[in-house]
């Protein structure tokens, strides 16, 4: 994969977390946390975007991460522009290439694209112009760095470390881009206990996650686990999944509060939503005192404002003089 920085090791485009430094991972955290700002408290309004154009480019449906980057962006001075499948000219036959170039004659700094093909934001890196930056915001099963992001930061808000944390991943890991970018940030980050629990058809395949342990019954996965992240089963990346029954999943890997008592005391419950209450979490355990669910929501907007604010530094030392 190409490199995500420049030569002088700014954040240049970011599809991904593989090959992100601890220190790049970090970096990228503490500025998180410094916009970090709670419901209830004023919202950080910066110019650090002042006089670039994002385009949000959604082509899978989305509600958080594409009303975080709008936010995000709008928040930190830039225009905004919001396109997806309904939208935009792709539905009347437009290549991405065209509607790329087209955006990019309209001053576009950077593109924020979500797409279910897999390897369509390093076709974007390889055709856009110099001055432009390609944000992933979930690139098919593949990845979904800024989702990667803002878990571990949830994580380090509560746990201020990743060494020695047991976690564990349950439910459709196969076909979940989330898992594989959490599980990439957390190994850079120092987490060595990384637990996959999922029914064996939902495992990925043995080359991934390497230095994860794998479970098929979930009371063996998540018990004495620091942090369990419930995931979505992704119907709509299956050939068939008719003959799933949602009430004999929810048995077997559903997180209740019964399941709950299996993990450590001060467990957190982590979801990237959205979340199928009564499939794969109970609505109990998703409202109750272990979940931290809206606060990856409240993450994933201070997440967003480092990459971007991190590329804009990028590009602006790359700027045309007018
Ligand atoms: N929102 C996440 C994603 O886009 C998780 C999910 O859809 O289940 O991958």
Known sequence: ??????????????????????????????????????????????????????????????????????????????????????????????????????????????FVIRDSEAGMPEFLIDHVADHV???????????????????VLTIRCHKRRFAGLAVAIVGDIKHSRVARSTARALQTLGTSDLRLVAPAPLLPSEVEFSGAQRFIHMDDGIAGADVVMMLRIQKERMAQSADL?????????????????????????????????????????????HSVIREQVNNGVAVRMAVLAAIAATLTRKRKPL
């Open 133 to 151: 930056s390609v944000i992933s915001a979930g690139e098919a099963h593949v990845s979904h760095p800024t989702q990667g992001l803002l878990d």
């Open 245 to 289: 029954d949602d009430a004999q999943y929810f048995r077997q890997f559903g997180l209740d509060a019964r399941r709950l008592q299996r993990c450590a005391a001060d467990v957190l419950v982590m979801h990237p939503g959205p979340m199928n209450r009564g499939v794969e979490i109970s609505s109990e355990v998703a409202d109750g005192p």
């Open 1 to 110: 994969m190409r490199s995500q920085l420049d030569d002088h090791g700014g954040l240049r485009h970011l599809i991904s977390l593989d090959g992100l430094s601890r220190e790049a991972l970090t970096g990228l955290l503490d500025r998180a946390e410094n916009y970090r700002r709670f419901p209830g408290q004023s919202a950080y309004e910066g110019r650090e975007l002042a006089g670039m154009t994002i385009a949000n480019l959604f082509f899978e449906p989305s509600t958080r991460t594409r009303a975080s980057f709008d936010l995000a962006g709008r928040r930190l001075g830039a225009h905004v522009i919001n396109l997806d499948t309904q939208s935009s000219s792709r539905v009347k036959g437009e290549t991405m290439l065209d509607t790329i170039y087209t955006l990019e004659a309209m001053n576009t700094d950077v």
